[in-house]
């Protein structure tokens, strides 16, 4: 299974899918959804204290979740690139204790 940085809530609606994020609270993944010309919603967020990384809870429509998951697989390389090495391990970890 590939490792990922979300996973997708189940939440009935229409025109939106739910997910839940980690990213950095430099915003990193902000310029990937620009660049995918992606509009994300963003809610609540979450972290730990000593954590440099944070989750938060995004809805996207329906229509771009193509992009929106696009623009997450490239959020792993630009991690590595800005210092971020243990960002798939946390990941990984972090989704293995949900699933």
Do not use: W
Not at 37 to 50: C, I, L, T
């Amino acid at each position: 299974m590939k490792p990922t940085n979300y996973i997708k809530l189940k939440r009935f609606s229409f025109h939106y899918c739910y997910y839940m994020i980690i990213d950095v609270p430099e915003y990193l993944a902000d310029s990937l959804f620009i660049q995918e010309q992606v509009r994300v919603d963003f809610g609540s967020e979450y972290g730990k204290r000593g954590s440099p990384y944070i989750m938060i809870f995004c809805k996207v429509r329906k229509r771009d979740e193509g992009r929106f998951l696009q623009a997450l697989d490239n959020l792993g390389n630009k991690m590595l690139l800005m210092g971020y090495t243990d960002y798939r391990e946390f990941c990984s970890g972090f989704f293995s204790g949900i699933n």
